[in-house]
């Protein structure tokens, strides 16, 4: 197998997550990373163990041994440096959400069709083996026809006026914070599992914290909790730290969730429950290899992952045995592998979410905003 070079742009938390789990596949290398700043880009350089760091991703992009990149940026910049890689014949793997809006999501997949690269959304959360699980339980029939999901993204890292992030700005993340951040999360995942769309939605969005201290210097995401009172300026925030939705998904099911980035002791609650006409499923992020399993007339069960148990294509995601736990930076890995297994062999399934997914994403969170404004229920098409 021949080796991979690509590149990380980005170097906060999450350029972080993909460069150690990009390493972790074996046959690719982190030829580079790029960082908002030289000051960052040698800091990163020291943390990481990464020989070559810039401030000016375009470099990386000009290299023609580097094949791939990955856009780990806030959202503003997730267009025009996928676009730009795009067009010097990169293969791109972009975080979530995609873009700032949806014509900039739509031109960045014309591009990618266009020049034939491979393309891929980060939404790694569908890629925990329980998760799969479920999958398979759902196409095999095992929960019947489903007719309730529920559930919530809640965390707590945003709770305080204090806690600040780009995230919070509108002209770096777009009009929507935890609904875009999260809650694309939330309404990807469910999709995924259950096979069915959304296809209409009514949004509440509330921001409990209309002003906020923001740092005077940069501070990484989930970090800047010792920072001093002398160390912070007022802003106001524009954009949401909650937000509830009513939907209904394909021509029957429905159901409802929430997300908040200032729910006390949440530290990264993704939990979703689908019923259907023969059982339930219930799965929480925050504990990822259980899985609890409901039914009307027979005993509740509660699995734990175990790849030899696991159904289907399930086990796939699955790299350790039982009894040893695989979570959150495991799932990129699958995501990574995947996406990388794509670009050395094109006939290889795409086993992973594409720019169509991203797409298709911020037309559901374009509807989130239209429907808080509004006020009613708008349908998606």
Not at 145 to 159: A, F, K, P, R
Not at 227 to 241: F, G, Q, W
Not at 361 to 380: D, H, I, P, Q, Y
């Amino acid at each position: 197998m021949r080796k991979i070079k690509t590149a990380v742009i980005g170097a906060g938390f999450m350029g972080k997550v993909h460069t150690e789990m990009i390493r972790r596949l074996g046959f690719v290398e982190v030829a580079g990373v790029a960082a908002v700043s030289k000051e960052e880009a040698a800091q990163f350089a020291k943390l990481m163990s990464v020989e070559r760091t810039t401030d000016n991703y375009m470099e990386l992009i000009a290299d023609p041994e580097i094949e791939a990149v990955h856009i780990c940026t806030p959202n503003v910049l997730h267009a025009p440096i996928a676009k730009a890689a795009i067009e010097a014949g990169k293969h791109v793997l972009c975080e979530k959400p995609l873009a700032m809006s949806v014509a900039e999501a739509q031109e960045m997949l014309d591009l990618a069709q266009k020049k034939g690269v491979v393309h891929c959304v980060n939404h790694n959360l569908r890629y925990y083996p329980v998760v799969q699980h479920i999958r398979q339980m759902i196409q095999a029939g095992q929960l019947g026809e489903i007719l309730i999901v529920q559930g919530t993204y809640s965390q707590d890292w945003l709770l305080y006026e204090t806690d600040y992030n780009w995230r919070l700005e509108s002209k770096e993340n777009g009009p929507l914070r935890a609904v875009a951040d999260i809650g694309s999360h939330w309404m990807d995942m469910i999709q995924h599992l259950t096979g069915l769309k959304i296809t209409a939605l009514v949004a509440d969005l509330q921001t409990f914290h209309k002003k906020r201290k923001k740092p005077k210097v940069a501070i990484e995401t989930f970090a800047g909790k010792t920072l001093k009172p002398e160390d912070y300026e007022e802003v106001e925030i524009d954009t949401e730290d909650y937000g509830g939705v009513l939907l209904r998904l394909g021509e029957k099911a429905r159901g409802a969730f929430t997300v908040s980035q200032m729910s006390a002791g949440c530290k990264n609650r993704f939990q979703i429950e689908i019923y259907g006409t023969e059982a339930g499923v219930m799965w929480n992020q925050e504990t990822p290899d259980i899985l609890w399993i409901g039914r009307r007339n027979e005993p509740n069960q509660i699995i734990v992952k175990d790849p030899a148990l696991l159904m289907g294509e399930a086990a796939t995601y699955a790299d350790l045995p039982g009894g040893h736990s695989e979570g959150y930076d495991d799932t990129h890995k699958q995501v990574f592998k995947r996406f990388y297994r794509k670009i050395l062999d094109p006939s290889a399934p795409t086993a992973f979410p594409t720019f169509e997914d991203g797409l298709w994403g911020m037309k559901l969170l374009e509807k989130v905003l239209e429907s808080a404004r509004t006020g009613s229920w708008v349908t998606v098409s």
